[in-house]
Every structure is written in structure tokens, then in C-alpha cells.
């Protein structure tokens, strides 16, 4: 059963500048497509409005783990929660980790890995997993056009 997900990406921006567009919370919704609330703490939950097309009345959470500078960011969520009449708070959550690293020339390498799909109810693993695997090719290619325009 696999548990992970990682996809990466070169983008042609500073390490602080890929920083900020991942945990100010504001423009991590831009480029992620939801309107969040909260500011990123770790601790705390960010709650808001997903913005994409055909999801406006879902609502997203995610539970800040961690923030090490320029480094790591990280995050417990419910993957694939698309369904507003289902209560997933007693689902174990999946750990999101963006891993930063600085490139020769000033770039930045970006890794994501979503990991615990092994832990979802049986029910939901293969949509959770399928949905998550296209929908972070997806969120690399927004946050690789995002920091292009803004830097």
C-alpha cells in the first residue's frame, strides 16, 4: 500500500522568496486557490474558503506543524475532504512537508511530500491518494508561476 506522495520542482525564484509565498498564508491561497482566515502558526489551525471552481463550499483546515525558515514547512490535513456533508475530524490526518533547498544560480528546489495515506479509512484511500498525486503536479506548476511573476 503505498503511503506517499513527492513531487519537486526547480523554480526560477529566491529561496525567501518561494518562503513567503508558502507560509504567509495569503499568498500560499493564491497560488493554492483558498481564502484563508489565519495567519500561519505553528500550533494552530488556518481555516478558509477553497477558491477552485467547483469547490467554493468546501472549507479547508489545515493544522501548522511546522516552520523552520527557508527550510521546512509543514502541515496536517484531510486529503481529499471534498465531501461537505462528511465529518473527516476523526479521520487521522496526512503530514504535508515542503522542503526548500537553494540552488546554484539562485534558484530554489521545492519538495513536497504528503505522507499517511496508509492510515485513511479503506473507503477513501484510492480516491485520496489518485486526487492528491495529479492535484500536487498541479499545485507545483501554480507555485512555479506564482514566484515567477512575483519575484
Known amino acids: 500500500m503505498q503511503d506517499r506522495i513527492e513531487k519537486q520542482v526547480e523554480l526560477k525564484a529566491p529561496l525567501a522568496r518561494v518562503w513567503r509565498a508558502l507560509t504567509d498564508y495569503q499568498q500560499f491561497g493564491s497560488w493554492f486557490g483558498v481564502r484563508l482566515e489565519q495567519?500561519?502558526?505553528?500550533?494552530?489551525?488556518?481555516v478558509g474558503n477553497i477558491t477552485y471552481p467547483g469547490y467554493e463550499h468546501l472549507r479547508m483546515r489545515i493544522e501548522?506543524?511546522?516552520?523552520?525558515?527557508?527550510?521546512?514547512?509543514?502541515?496536517h490535513w484531510h486529503p481529499y475532504a471534498i465531501?461537505?456533508?462528511?465529518?473527516?475530524?476523526?479521520?487521522?490526518p496526512t503530514l504535508v512537508e515542503f522542503h526548500l533547498r537553494e540552488l546554484p544560480g539562485?534558484?530554489?528546489?521545492?519538495?513536497v511530500i504528503e505522507s499517511g495515506f496508509a492510515q485513511l479509512p479503506p473507503h477513501r484511500y484510492a480516491d485520496a491518494l489518485r486526487m492528491n498525486d495529479s492535484g500536487w503536479s498541479q499545485q507545483?506548476?501554480?507555485?512555479?508561476?506564482?514566484?515567477a511573476r512575483e519575484s
Do not use: C, W
Open 39 to 46: 495567519p500561519f502558526v505553528p500550533g494552530q489551525a488556518s
Open 64 to 75: 501548522i506543524k511546522t516552520m523552520e525558515p527557508e527550510k521546512l514547512f509543514s502541515f
Open 83 to 92: 465531501d461537505a456533508r462528511v465529518d473527516y475530524s476523526q479521520e487521522t
Open 106 to 111: 539562485g534558484g530554489t528546489l521545492l519538495r
Open 140 to 147: 507545483m506548476a501554480n507555485i512555479a508561476r506564482y514566484v
